[in-house]
């Protein structure tokens, strides 16, 4: 049997809304959920093969998506969260309890601070934007899956409409590299 990829993914892909308002995110706790308040739609969702974002049990990639840091807010139970790496650039917050990441922020400088990091399979309502794209796919290999099944996973990727990558996407690396070099001086501000 195919390995499950993610199960926003495994099935194909179900379209967001243009115009959907946020929501609701809460960890796997049954009682005392961490809640996080999204005031907006997410942008740039994307699965993620990288070995940090946090991934729902038995699946392959996250699915991880980034909202302005000022959409976002802890509404309930922010106590439970810990930061799950204090040295990596983003700061995932996890629940303490069950595990799940609710948000990521940087705090350094950096081309994406202020943008947060969510999950929004972390929500029971439908129109978020769904994965536009697949990145950091080679790095499955550094958890350990068999590079033989690689072919098999970027055909699946592709055939949900998902290109892949082994970095971000295009025009995020770009917006990174346009960033660093204004930060040098060799492009205008
Ligand atoms: N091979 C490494 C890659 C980790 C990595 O660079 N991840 C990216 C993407 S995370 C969401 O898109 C990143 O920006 N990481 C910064 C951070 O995690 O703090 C691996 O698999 O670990
Ligand atoms: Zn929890
Ligand atoms: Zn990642």
Redesign the pocket.
Known sequence: MAPSLHPLIDNGLVKGQADFPGGKLRCHCSSNPIEITLGSNVAHN?A??????WKPKGALFSV?AVIPKDKLQVTANGDKLKIVDTS???QRYACKDCGVHLYGRIEKEHPFKGLD?VHVELSDQKGWQEPQFA??VS?II?QGFDPKGMDEVRSKLRSVGLETYDA?SPPLMDAIATWTAQKAGVLPA
């Not at 993620?48 to 974002?53: A, D, I, L, P, T």
């Open positions: 994307h993620c093969g990288c070995s940090k974002c991880v990596a650039t983003i990091f990145a950091f790095s550094e971000l």
